[in-house]
């Protein structure tokens, strides 16, 4: 059974700094994984999805790295904003089309 | 374009009571995700439909919990004589090839 693992749980730092924000996943054999944020009372935001066969994805502030091989994926967020706290969630796809399995998800405060 | 949306946003009833929550997925997505987000037990996989496949319903964590697609688009779970258990935020999700799209959610308080 596919296990999720997110690290930190939670995370607060000031504003401008750079941060990485762990997951690691059990069973290598994915399709892709997706970060998600997640405001309080809100629905999920796709950030950035991996595919299986792709070591890493950018938009704008984040990058996303994936090693399916050790079963490690990292979010990296750039001079970091109060409006980046939030809860950011991996999860991982299994076969294409199939259910998402999640992590736990990194609480983050950014501080002005 | 109009996201997902699911309605309706917040239900408080009482328990034994049965309740349907709905989801609107976004227009000519073929899947549609059921997710329940509880407080200890993070994000959840309720059930899937794809296409006119058979759901995959393997993520139902009991008979009261039934879920239905009407023409391919919207979705209604159903949950038969509510427990304080299924208290939670209940989240719809659609795609057409892999990335999920995911609506607000409807919060669920069984008192």
């Known amino acids: 059974k596919q296990e999720v693992t997110q690290i930190p749980a939670a995370l607060s730092v000031p504003e401008g700094e750079n941060l990485v924000l762990n997951c690691s996943f059990t069973d290598s054999a994915i399709y892709n994984l997706q970060w998600f944020r997640q405001d309080p009372g809100k629905g999920l935001t796709s950030l950035l999805l991996?595919?299986?066969?792709?070591r890493e994805q950018t938009s704008g502030r984040l990058n996303a790295s994936l090693d399916k091989s050790s079963g490690r994926s990292t979010l990296y967020i750039a001079a970091s904003q109060p409006g980046d706290s939030a809860t950011y969630l991996c999860a991982v796809e299994e076969t294409s089309g199939s259910r998402l399995t999640f992590g736990e998800g990194t609480q983050l405060t950014v501080n002005p | 374009g109009a996201g997902v949306s699911q309605s309706p946003s917040n239900k408080v009833t009482e328990k034994g009571k049965d309740v349907e929550l709905r989801c609107d997925p976004i227009s000519g997505h073929t899947a549609l995700y059921w997710y329940r987000q509880s407080l200890g037990q993070g994000l959840e996989f309720l059930i899937y439909?794809?296409?006119?496949?058979?759901?995959?319903k393997s993520g139902l964590p009991s008979d009261r919990f039934s879920a239905e697609r009407t023409g391919g688009s919207v979705s209604t779970l159903t949950i038969q004589r509510t427990q304080q258990e299924d208290s939670a935020v209940y989240l719809c999700?659609?795609?057409?090839?892999?990335?999920?799209?995911f609506g607000p959610g409807t919060r669920l308080t069984v008192t």
């Open positions: 439909f794809q296409g006119n496949s058979a759901p995959d």
């Open positions: 991996i595919q299986s066969s792709q």
């Open positions: 999700a659609s795609s057409l090839f892999s990335e999920q799209y």
